[in-house]
C-alpha cells in the first residue's frame, strides 16, 4: 500500500514520531528544527548528548516519549555517524532503524540545512529509509498489529519541486522494492510460476505504456526453447515465460532497447541432482532476480522513464517428478545449441539460456540478466555485493555505476575465453556444469556468454544479496528477500533515458 509524502515546516504537522538525524559529535546539535525541539523539551536534547545516553552510531536510536510539548507523541534520535562522512546509505539506515524502534503510522524527518549533504539527497535518503525499514516479512502471521503500519513520511522543510521530486522517487522505488521482497518471501505453494505471471499481468495493467504476454508450455515448445523445458518438466506447475514490454510515451530519441532477463525458480530443489535439505531452505527465494526484474519494469514505467524496456522472465519449478530431465539429457536451445546435462541443479543458466535468446529476438539491444545463480557468488560476496559479468566494458561500467549509486551493489568478476574449456562436452556443444569445484560463477557466465547473442550484455548473480538469513545492519534489518535489483534496474534506465 502506498506511502504518501508531504513536505511541511516543522510544528506545522502532527506526526507519530518526530525523526531527528544526529551526527557525530553529538555533544554539538546542529539543525534550525533540533534546535526548536530542544528549546520545547526544555533542552533535553542537549542533556541527553552531554550525559552520553544519546549515540550517534550509524543505526542507534534513541526514543523519547514527550507529554503535549511537542505535536509528536514519540521522538526519535537517530545516529547517522560522523558528520563529515555522511553520505545517503547512513541516513538510510537510520531512518530504517528509527522505523524497526518506534513503528508508526506517521513519521516526519527533520532535514537539515547544515549537514554535507543536499537536502534532495537527504529526503531520498530518509524516505527510502523509511519504507525499507518498515517492511514486514510476517504477511502469513494471522495476528498482525495494522495499527503502526507506516502509511505517510512527512519532511520538515520548506516545500520545492526538486525536494518533491526526489523524495517521491524514493518512495516510488522503495516501494516497488518492497514489492519484490513480498514476491521473494511467498511461500512456493502460493507464488507458483503461473501466480507470478498473474502478478505481472496485474503489474501490467495499472501502467498504461506497458503490455503483458506470457507463454505457456505449448508455445516454449514451438519456438524450441529445450532447455527452459527440460527444466520446467519434472513439476505438475506449468512454467510461464513472462514477458512486460515498455514503450515510453516519450522516447529518448536514442535506438537503445533495454532488455531485462530475469531468473525466477518458485523453488529450486535441485532436481534429480537434489539439493541436502540445509541448502534447499532458503530456495523460494530463487525466483528473486525476475521478482526484481518484473518490479524494476514496474519502477521504469511509474517513473515514465524514456526508455523501451522488455523484460523476459523465465519462471518454472525445479522439482523431481516422473518427467524430470536427467543428468546425461542433452538438450536443444532456442538459438540452436546442444547443452549435455551434468547437474540437474545447474538449472538457473538453462532458463535464462532460451530467456536470454527471447530478449534479443525481440529487440534488445543493451540486455541485463539478473540471477540467483550460483551458491559461489554468495561464499565469495557475502550479503553484500552481487557479482558482475559483461561482454562490453562501456555497459559493464554503466551497470556498475548503476549499481553503487543505488544501493545494490555490484563488484566486477571476470569473463575470459579460457574459462571456456571447462564447460566443453564430449557430446554436445557445451555442458551445463563442470565437475572442476573451481570457478563456478565464472563458468556459469561463460555458459550464459553463448546465449547472449550480438551487443552488450551483463550478468549480474545476486545468489548473496537477493536473500537474507538475518538482518544486513544496514537498512535491510529482517531476514528474507531484499528486492536487491530493483533500485538498480530503476536507476540504470534512469541513466539511459
Ligand atoms: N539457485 C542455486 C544457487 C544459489 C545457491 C542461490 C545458494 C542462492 C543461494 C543454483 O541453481 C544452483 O543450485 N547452483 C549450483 C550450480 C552447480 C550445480 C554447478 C551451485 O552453485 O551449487
Ligand atoms: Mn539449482
Ligand atoms: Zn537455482
Redesign the pocket.
Known amino acids: 500500500m502506498a506511502v504518501s509524502i508531504e513536505i511541511a515546516l516543522p510544528g506545522q504537522l502532527e506526526a507519530d514520531v518526530l525523526g531527528i538525524p544526529v551526527a557525530e559529535p553529538v555533544e554539538r546539535l546542529t539543525g534550525d528544527g533540533a534546535h526548536i525541539v530542544d528549546e520545547k523539551l526544555g533542552g533535553r536534547l542537549q542533556r541527553l548528548a552531554q550525559t552520553g545516553d544519546l549515540r550517534g552510531g550509524v543505526g542507534e536510536t534513541l526514543v523519547l516519549y514527550t507529554e503535549g510539548e511537542l505535536r509528536a507523541p514519540r521522538v526519535v534520535l537517530a545516529g547517522v555517524g560522523p558528520r563529515d562522512r555522511l553520505d545517503a546509505d547512513a541516513l538510510c539506515t537510520a531512518a530504517a532503524a528509527s522505523v524497526q524502534e518506534a513503528p508508526a503510522g506517521t513519521v516526519m524527518w527533520l532535514l537539515d540545512e547544515s549537514l554535507p549533504l543536499r537536502v534532495e539527497e537527504q529526503a531520498a535518503a530518509l524516505v527510502e529509509g523509511s519504507v525499507l525499514g518498515a517492511y514486514d516479512p510476517g504477511r502469513w502471521k494471522t495476528d498482525r498489529d495494522e495499527r503502526q503500519r507506516l502509511r505517510r513520511v512527512v519532511l520538515g522543510h520548506f516545500d520545492s519541486d526538486g525536494l518533491r521530486a526526489a523524495a517521491d522517487r524514493a518512495a516510488l522505488v522503495a516501494e516497488r522494492t518492497n514489492r519484490a521482497r513480498d514476491l521473494a518471501n511467498a511461500p512456493p505453494n502460493e507464488l507458483t510460476p503461473v501466480l507470478l505471471a498473474e502478478h505481472a499481468e496485474r503489474l501490467a495493467s495499472e501502467h498504461e505504456h506497458l503490455t503483458f504476454a506470457a507463454l505457456g508450455p505449448a508455445k516454449i515448445d514451438e519456438l524450441g526453447m529445450g532447455a527452459f523445458s527440460a527444466v520446467a518438466q519434472g513439476s505438475a506447475n506449468e512454467p510461464r515465460l513472462i514477458v512486460l514490454r515498455y514503450d515510453p510515451p516519450r522516447s529518448s530519441g536514442s535506438d537503445a532497447v533495454l532488455g531485462l532477463v530475469g531468473k525466477a ?1 518458485t523453488f ?1 530443489s ?1 532436481g534429480l ?1 537434489i ?1 541436502p535439505a540445509k ?1 534447499m531452505e ?2 523460494k ?2 525466483m528473486a532476480g525476475g521478482g526484481a526484474v518484473i518490479e524494476g519494469t514496474g519502477a521504469i514505467a511509474a517513473l515514465g522513464l524514456a526508455v523501451r524496456t522488455i523484460a523476459v522472465v523465465a519462471a518454472c519449478e ?1 522439482v523431481i517428478g516422473p518427467k524430470a530431465y536427467k543428468p546425461g539429457d542433452i538438450l536443444r536451445a532456442a538459438n540452436g545449441k546442444s547443452i549435455e546435462v551434468i ?1 540437474t ?4 543458466r538453462l532458463v535464462l539460456a532460451d530467456a536470454l535468446w527471447y530478449a534479443r529476438r525481440e529487440g534488445a539491444t543493451h540486455v541485463l540478466d539478473v540471477a ?5 557468488m ?1 561464499l565469495a560476496l557475502g550479503d553484500l555485493y552481487g557479482g558482475l559479468f559483461a561482454n562490453d566494458d562501456d555497459w559493464g561500467e554503466r551497470v556498475r555505476g548503476a549499481a553503487e549509486r543505488s544501493g545494490d551493489r555490484a563488484w566486477p568478476f571476470p569473463l575470459h575465453p579460457r574459462y571456456r574449456r571447462y564447460i566443453d562436452s564430449a557430446f554436445a556443444d557445451m555442458k551445463n ?2 565437475t572442476l569445484r573451481q570457478g ?1 560463477p565464472a563458468l ?1 557466465a561463460e555458459f550464459l556468454h553463448e546465449f547472449a547473442g550480438d551487443g552488450a550484455w551483463a550478468h549480474l548473480d545476486m ?1 548473496g544479496p ?2 537474507l538469513e538475518r538482518s544486513r545492519g544496514d537498512y535491510m534489518r529482517v531476514p528474507g528477500g531484499t528486492g536487491w535489483g530493483v533500485r538498480l534496474i530503476a536507476e540504470l534506465a534512469a541513466s539511459l533515458a
Open positions: 525458480i529450486d535441485g541432482s539439493k541448502s532458503g530456495m527465494g530463487d525445479n547437474n541443479d545447474a538449472e538457473g540467483t545463480l550460483t551458491g559461489a554468495e556444469a563442470s563456478s556459469a545468489s537477493g536473500f
